[in-house]
């Protein structure tokens, strides 16, 4: 029999996790505590861009798998997946993963099966279970695991389907549980682990992101020191058999890469070095940016920017280093900066300078300011950019780019 399921957070991934559970004929209970996110939900819309997740929703409300909650209602397996944010000096923020933890408490029922997917520093599925057996110390059989995400915004349906997965128990018995969940609908391998080490992997494999990405713009940065190309650069370089150099931007964003490395050089900040070096390379390199295009603008040019989000075709704003970018160009320079974005319907909060369509930014002058590599703008015929600067942190217009 399939178990039911409630699912703390209905953000960009309890929502599909939530979506996704449903379709496989379990009956999900989803808990947001913002009430526009649930009416938004029960119209069978969702407040995020993700292929396919609204379909699934219309589906499993019909069916009535799937139902919207302001607090968590009993089930058998609940998951949490709230944020994680940064606080000061790059501290992790737990409040939300404890919020939910206590909310949940009260539906705990015996041998419950709780489950974190928020991406969390070594030790918070241990801090969880301590906090459930001190408002519930009458549960002892609970099932206590660590089953973090390993997802691609724009693809999250297919990997949480297809990707390998890590379930770390706080005891064998509930990394097993934990690994047979799982395996209701992941095709990958569910690897069994504790949980410590689970929440480790986490960290590792974004901060591994984040240096290595570091390092392509680091080797940018060096290029346009010494007057060169980095794309052929990094082009001729991959030829090697055992090197694979990975592409520079403006530097990393979303909820992972930018913030999962501070996790661990919290954790350990005497042994942490490379990580916040990777990380001052980051602040490095988007403020090489800022500075070369705000250069542009100091000759009274218009500067169209392209793209807010922090990666190609999604409708994400967290820690994107294009808005950052965009919205201090704008502050600078008010008057001369249009912004592009044709993933959002309007400008973000606290930006002061226009959101525009492409083509109406287009059928003016200005340089091209490329932050974000959409597909949208890849497709601007060579025509529209003839005669333009071009500033292109994505490389996405190479034969053209002019300093």
């Not at 058998?76 to 944010?85: E, H, L, R, S, Y």
């Not at 602040?283 to 793209?307: P, Q």
Request: aromatic share 4%.
């Amino acid at each position: 029999m399939n178990p039911r399921v409630t699912v703390i957070g209905l953000g960009y991934v309890g929502l599909p996790t939530a979506a996704l559970l449903a379709s496989r004929g379990m009956a999900v209970q989803g808990v947001d505590s913002n009430p526009a996110v649930r009416a938004t939900l029960a119209e069978g819309r969702i407040h995020i861009t993700e292929a396919d997740v609204e379909a699934l929703l219309e589906r499993a409300l019909r069916a009535g798998l799937f139902t919207l909650h302001a607090q968590p209602p009993p089930a058998d397996v609940f998951i949490i997946a709230v944020p994680t944010p940064l606080g000061e000096d790059h501290a992790p923020m737990l409040g939300h993963v404890l919020d939910a933890t206590r909310a949940l408490a009260p539906a705990l029922r015996p041998g419950n099966l709780v489950l974190l997917e928020s991406t969390s520093p070594i030790g918070t599925t241990a801090r969880i279970a301590a906090l459930l057996a001190e408002l519930r110390p009458e549960l002892t059989d609970l099932a206590i695991a660590y089953g973090p995400e390993r997802v691609l915004p724009g693809r999250i349906l297919t990997e949480l389907v297809e990707n390998d997965r890590v379930a770390g128990g706080l005891t064998p018995e509930a990394t097993q549980r934990a690994q047979d969940f799982y395996r209701l609908f992941v095709r990958g391998e569910v690897v069994g682990t504790d949980a410590a080490t689970a929440e480790m992997v986490k960290l590792a494999e974004n901060a591994f992101r984040d240096v290595n990405i570091a390092f392509a713009n680091e080797l940018s940065l060096i290029a346009d020191a010494q007057g060169l190309d980095v794309w052929r650069v990094i082009e001729i370089a991959n030829r090697h058999p055992r090197v694979q150099i990975l592409r520079p931007g403006p530097g990393v964003g979303g909820h992972c890469i930018a913030v999962d490395p501070w996790f661990l050089a919290h954790a350990a900040p005497d042994a942490a070095r490379l990580i916040p070096a990777a990380r001052a390379v980051d602040a490095a390199k988007r403020a090489a940016v800022l500075d070369a295009a705000s250069a542009i603008c100091a000759g009274g040019e218009r500067l169209i920017c392209l793209g807010l989000t922090f990666k190609a075709d999604v409708d994400d704003l967290r820690e994107s280093p294009a808005l950052d970018i965009a919205a201090e160009l704008a502050r600078r320079h008010p008057g001369q900066v249009v912004l592009v974005e044709p993933h959002l319907r309007a400008a973000p909060p606290g930006l002061t300078a226009p959101l525009v369509s492409l083509e109406e930014a287009l059928a003016g002058p200005g340089a091209l300011l490329v932050l974000t590599d959409h597909a949208a703008f890849r497709r601007i015929p060579r025509a529209q950019r003839a005669g333009r600067r071009i500033l292109d942190t994505r490389g996405i217009f190479r034969d053209e780019e002019s300093p």
